[in-house]
């Protein structure tokens, strides 16, 4: 059975810091890409940052320079690292996997609230 389970979201001023963290099981991690989605009510879900099953990363233009998405295999996680966080930045991030073999095999985590706010 897949799980992504996200944790880390929470309540922070502008200006703060968080550091969310999806962990993965039931999937051979090393072969999936990894992504943060952001959504809030009434609009799409959108992507926020983005890392290959090789390392390669690539963020909305909106929080380059202040998140920071990395990986570690080992522990089967992938992290976003959120700096100088903005209200704009508030909604619900979601930890997405997809397949580097095959397209259908794309899972979603449960989300988590992040809310930035004074």
């Known amino acids: 059975q897949v799980q992504l389970v996200e944790s880390g979201g929470g309540l922070v001023q502008p200006g703060g810091s968080l550091r969310l963290s999806c962990a993965a099981s039931?999937?051979?991690?090393?072969?999936?890409?990894m992504g943060w989605y952001r959504q809030v009510p009434g609009k799409e879900r959108e992507l926020v940052a983005h890392?290959?099953?090789?390392?390669?990363?690539v963020y909305a233009d909106s929080v380059k320079g202040r998140f920071t998405i990395s990986r570690d295999n080992a522990e089967s996680t992938v992290y976003l690292q959120m700096n100088r966080l903005k209200p704009e930045d508030t909604g619900v991030y979601y930890c997405?996997?997809?397949?580097?073999?095959?397209?259908?095999?794309?899972?979603w985590g449960q989300g988590t609230q992040v809310t930035v706010s004074s």
């Open positions: 039931g999937i051979g991690f090393r072969i999936y890409h």
């Open positions: 997405n996997a997809q397949s580097l073999s095959s397209r259908t095999a794309n899972f």
């Open positions: 890392i290959t099953s090789g390392g390669i990363t």
